[in-house]
T-cell receptor, first 112, second 113 residues
Framework: EDKVVQSPLSLVVHEGDTVTLNCSYE??????LLWYKQEKKAPTFLFML????IEKKSGRLSSILDKKELSSILNITATQTGDSAIYLC????????????FGKGTKLTVNP | DAGVIQSPRHEVTEMGQEVTLRCKPI?????LFWYRQTMMRGLELLIY????????DSGMPEDRFSAKMPNASFSTLKIQPSEPRDSAVYFC???????????FGQGTRLTVV
């Protein structure tokens, strides 16, 4: 059974801290990994990772995939209260009919 | 494009009633996913379609749940009869298979009393 596990499940930090969120996956015919941010409504897309070792970066957020370890990390530097959200990762299986399996998410709270 | 459109946004119904959730995917997307989100279980994949054909419905909790996609621009998720434990936020998402990320609708918050 395809599975995605995220850790920690929740995290509380102070503004300015750097955080690292983890995602590990076991998926048949892995194709790519997606990161999303969910505030009060729908998840919004952050990154798609396909190749191992290549960092994707957007402002203070960055992410990298390790296919050997079947894992990915999402880093947020100089956190702000607006970064408070649930961060979800999803593994995409390869093939004509691709399936997206999500982890349970990491709830990040950034306190002022 | 307006994005993935779900309706209704909120639904409150009594136990035993039939509930129908609706989704219009982004035009041109050929994969559609139905998810259910709760605090306990997170985001669970219920069923997904590729080119309007159901591919994997192993996540559908029981026979009370059914989903259809009669054409490329419309899908429904039906619960009959509904139970209080079905209370959750139901998301629909679409993507173009083989390319990019999935885009989510705003969700339907279902409360069964």
């Amino acid at each position: 059974e395809d599975k995605v596990v995220q850790s920690p499940l929740s995290l509380v930090v102070h503004e300015g801290d750097t955080v690292t969120l983890n995602c590990s996956y076991e998926v048949t015919n892995f194709r790519s990994l997606l990161w999303y941010k969910q505030e009060k409504k729908a998840p919004t897309f952050l990154f798609m990772l396909t190749s191992s070792g290549i960092e994707k970066k957007s402002g203070r957020l960055s992410s990298i995939l390790d296919k050997k370890e079947l894992s990915s990390i999402l880093n947020i530097t100089a956190t702000q209260t607006g970064d408070s959200a649930i961060y979800l990762c999803a593994a995409v299986s390869q093939g004509g009919s691709e399936k997206l399996v999500f982890g349970k998410g990491t709830k990040l709270t950034v306190n002022p | 494009d307006a994005g993935v459109i779900q309706s209704p946004r909120h639904e409150v119904t009594e136990m035993g009633q039939e509930v129908t959730l609706r989704c219009k995917p982004i035009s041109g997307h050929n994969s559609l996913f139905w998810y259910r989100q709760t605090m306990m279980r997170g985001l669970e994949l219920l069923i997904y379609f590729n080119n309007n054909v159901p591919i994997d419905d192993s996540g559908m909790p029981e026979d009370r749940f059914s989903a259809k996609m009669p054409n490329a621009s419309f899908s429904t998720l039906k619960i009959q009869p509904s139970e209080p434990r079905d209370s959750a936020v139901y998301f629909c998402a679409s993507r173009f298979a083989g390319q990019g990320s999935a885009f989510f609708g705003q969700g339907t918050r279902l409360t069964v009393v």
